[in-house]
């Protein structure tokens, strides 16, 4: 299986840490960029080469520490349980909101981005076990709608046809 087009459910839970590890961190470096490019842009906006990457890493290495909790947590609490359930998520969301309590230096925070993050871990987990989406692929198809600029002219005069003359 190639590393890059790994997906976190290739295997069973508790199996393939490494590739779960480059299926959580793939995404967690695209979302780190992202808000990393915004914040350099829009927030902070440093003076130099050296002050924007240190600012990309500053977002970055935490979210991909994040993703690496969650999936190592996830990972040991199933291997430690013998058990594929809910329970090893939690573990995986609240190692995951250590992280980031940590990268904010607050324990309130942690506790709480732990709390969301078991939430959402919870949800997921019963969405694989269920199987249902919460982002199913059919809202990724445009088709329909007033913001499609295929379905309708939005110019003030039309395009006329092509190929005709002047009748002369």
């Known amino acids: 299986m190639s590393l890059i087009k790994a997906n976190y459910y290739d295997s069973p839970e508790g199996t393939n840490l490494f590739e779960k590890m480059v299926a ?8 780190g960029l992202g ?17 924007s ?16 909790a969650f999936t190592v947590g996830t ?5 430690l349980r013998g058990k594929d359930d809910t329970w090893n998520y ?10 980031y309590g940590a990268w904010r230096r607050s324990v309130v925070a942690g506790l709480v981005s732990g709390l969301f993050f078991s939430i959402a871990g919870i949800v997921k987990k019963h969405s694989i076990d269920n199987n249902w989406e919460f982002f199913p692929d059919t809202l990724n198809r445009h088709i329909y709608g007033a913001l499609n600029p295929n379905r309708y ?3 003030l005069t039309q395009e ?8 002369q």
């Open 53 to 68: 990457l240190a600012r990309y890493v500053y977002f970055t290495g935490p979210f991909m520490g994040m993703a690496s």
């Open 90 to 99: 939690i573990a995986g969301a609240v190692t995951s909101g250590g992280v």
């Open 160 to 167: 006329r046809e092509r190929g005709w003359t002047s009748g």
């Open 24 to 31: 959580t961190n793939k995404y967690a470096l695209a979302v």
């Open 35 to 51: 808000w990393s490019s915004i914040e350099v842009l829009m927030i902070s906006k440093p003076k130099g080469v050296v002050p």
């Open 75 to 79: 990972y040991a609490a199933t291997k």
């Open 153 to 155: 002219d939005y110019t």
